[in-house]
């Protein structure tokens, strides 16, 4: 290969992070199944549904959608588009974990929060809320010395 040409990579190397946190999502999810809630290690599993549904939630979301001045978002492509299409693309990471949080939490009022599964949704609808917080924070707060937090004001 010649030096300066780019390497081209194959579509598991350049989507391996998603791939991997799916598929540890799905191990979850599996485990949770076929284990008691009433365990440590069922109640484990639970809680790692949650926690990797965020972290899936996280690497896909902020892979393809926008939060205007989110420091946990990309940057915005330049394009001329009407200003509600502008307005859906500049927001529409906060758009998607609005609705998509208002869906847990619709499923968790109408689930047993007891039972086997209620517990998973109603810790999917903390880490939901969680992470629409941080996107929110982001627009307008900084961390000294965090690379999130480097862009200019």
């Known amino acids: 290969m010649a030096e300066g040409h780019a390497h081209r990579r ?7 992070l998603s ?7 799905i191990l979850w999810i599996c485990l949770y199944i076929v284990s008691n809630p009433s365990t440590h290690v069922g109640s484990f599993y639970g809680n790692a549904i949650a926690d ?11 892979k393809y959608l926008y939060e205007r ?14 200003p509600t299409l502008e307005f859906l ?3 529409s990471l906060s758009i998607f974990l609005l609705i998509t949080g208002i869906g847990w939490v619709i499923l968790y009022i109408k689930m047993d929060s007891n039972g086997k599964w209620g517990q998973v949704v109603g810790n999917v609808v903390s ?5 629409f917080g941080l996107v929110i924070l982001t627009k307008r707060m900084i961390e000294r010395h965090s ?7």
Not at 19 to 25: M, S
Not at 69 to 82: D, Q, T, V
């Open 69 to 82: 001045n989110s420091s946990e978002s990309r940057a915005l492509p330049k394009s001329i588009l009407s």
């Open 10 to 16: 194959g579509f598991l190397h350049e989507h391996s």
């Open 52 to 62: 990797w549904s965020g972290v899936v939630v996280t690497v896909l979301a902020t």
């Open 19 to 25: 791939i991997a946190a799916i598929t540890i999502l």
């Open 89 to 91: 693309r500049d927001h």
């Open 127 to 131: 880490e939901w809320t969680q992470i």
């Open 147 to 153: 690379k999130e937090s480097s862009r200019s004001t």
